[in-house]
């Protein structure tokens, strides 16, 4: 068990609840402060274990970072967002599901998993991010009710930024390869 | 052969148990945005909206909800606030152009327009005078009114209607045009701008 590390996971916790209503207020923090930070929070527990995540098979691995992918998808539908900010059942579901669901699953799933599925996975994060990004910015209409017009293409923008910065840091790797070869 | 499965087996029932919720939290790919799930509830639920009294143009009250108050007609109604810069304007010309086209075809006696203000505060019958003005609705098939502000909450929760203040002290809002039939029943909601769409709909209820 690792103490630094339920710490951190709590802190990340604890910013996301005691910060809700200015982190809700606007799309970009929502979606890319707190939201992540619900997953690290859940992914710095779950490593903060220990020896847990080694006992896996690769099958099971795989599984844990589809877990983690629908789950994302489910937290970045509009409607989703939406729901989150006028129904307190949503909001509660949020809170427990990122952090057990994405950050968890990522937590034990990552280092076993099957490195072409890792791979295949960080692209489509990418395109995924980027065809967001795309239709953020250029959406004539609300996408989602709770948000203005300017705040969307500002969150466009962002995932923008945040698609540009993932293909860096994952690109990285490629250039200057590390000596643990399941980091893919 | 069988280890193939075996490694398959668990991504395989997270996709099918994945899948499944997605497919529950979009309404099978249908609703992607609160606002396409709001107008999918609606054409397959057709809720019966609530009594609600307004105050049109003239000062005169307004009954929006079940027969008798619907007069026997068609209502179509849509939410603005009158100080709105953009798309309360444009949905006005496009509530004129549903106006003309109901007039040309006789049906100007069994469908009615109302441009209803989810901003009572700032508007007055005089300001909703103004913009009546501004896109010919004379009261006689199209009037503009607002709710009371008692009434204002249980509106938009009975409508789904969403109202956020922007940045430049007016608001922004889901703008659509509301289909009831003569019972009350909120049946569809289009686009301000499918005018064609809202005419073939008012003939087929008829």
Redesign the interface.
Known sequence: MNKVRFILSLGFLLICILFRQPLEADPVKHVLIQLPFLAISGYLFVIGLGELNLRITEPIANALLLVAVFAILFWMLPRSIDATLVNPVVEIAKFISIPVFVGGSLAIGRANSNPFLRGFLKANAISMLGVLSFLYIHAPLRICNSYLVSDQERLGFAFLITAIGLAIAWSIPLFAPPLNKSNV | MRSFI??????C???I???G??LA??DGFR???????RRLHVAENQPIMPLLELEDMKGDKLMLGQEPYSAGKITLVEFIYTSCPIICQAAGSDYARLRDRLTQAGLSGQARLISVSFDPVQDTPRQMREYAENHGATGDIWTIARIFPPDLDLMKRSFGL?V?P??MGGY?H?AAIHLLDKSGRLSNIFNIEAVDEVFQAVQRML
């Open positions: 075996q490694y398959l087996l668990p991504s029932v997270v996709i148990l994945g899948g919720a997605l939290a979009t609703a992607f945005t609160e606002e396409s799930a969403r956020i922007d940045d922004q889901n």
